[in-house]
Nanobody, 124 residues
Framework: EVQLVESGGGLVQPGGSLRLSCASS????????MGWFRQAPGKEREAVVA???????GYANSVKGRFTISKDNAKNTLYLQMNSLKPEDTAMYYC??????????????????WGQGTQVTVSS
């Protein structure tokens, strides 16, 4: 059974930084596309950044230059480094995974497995 557990969220002031982690387990011995998504109250879930099985990375325009995705395969952990945070980045952040490649890297419906989320609040 695939499990994704996010951590690292919290309250941060505008301009600050946070690093989210997603610990994964139960993966089959095949590559997975993985990504970070977020959902603010009253809004649809949207992509933040994702990495496909070939290493291709796609970022949402709203976070380009501020957020960075990375993986530590030895620890089975996906990270999201978030810098220069803005109030509009406030949302629940989710880690997601799909076994194999996806057609639309930033489409939430492409991903089968989801974590429970970690809250990020950017406010002064």
């Amino acid at each position: 059974e695939v499990q994704l557990v996010e951590s690292g969220g919290g309250l941060v002031q505008p301009g600050g930084s946070l690093r989210l982690s997603c610990a994964s387990s139960g993966f089959a011995s095949s590559p997975y596309a993985m990504g970070w998504f977020r959902q603010a109250p009253g809004k649809e879930r949207e992509a933040v950044v994702a990495v496909d099985t070939d290493g291709y990375i796609g970022y949402a325009n709203s976070v380009k230059g501020r957020f960075t995705i990375s993986k530590d395969n030895a620890k089975n952990t996906l990270y999201l480094q978030m810098n220069s945070l803005k109030p509009e980045d406030t949302a629940m952040y989710y880690c997601a995974a799909h076994r194999g490649s996806v057609r639309l890297l930033l489409a939430p419906y492409e991903y089968r497995f989801w974590g429970q989320g970690t809250q990020v609040t950017v406010s002064s």
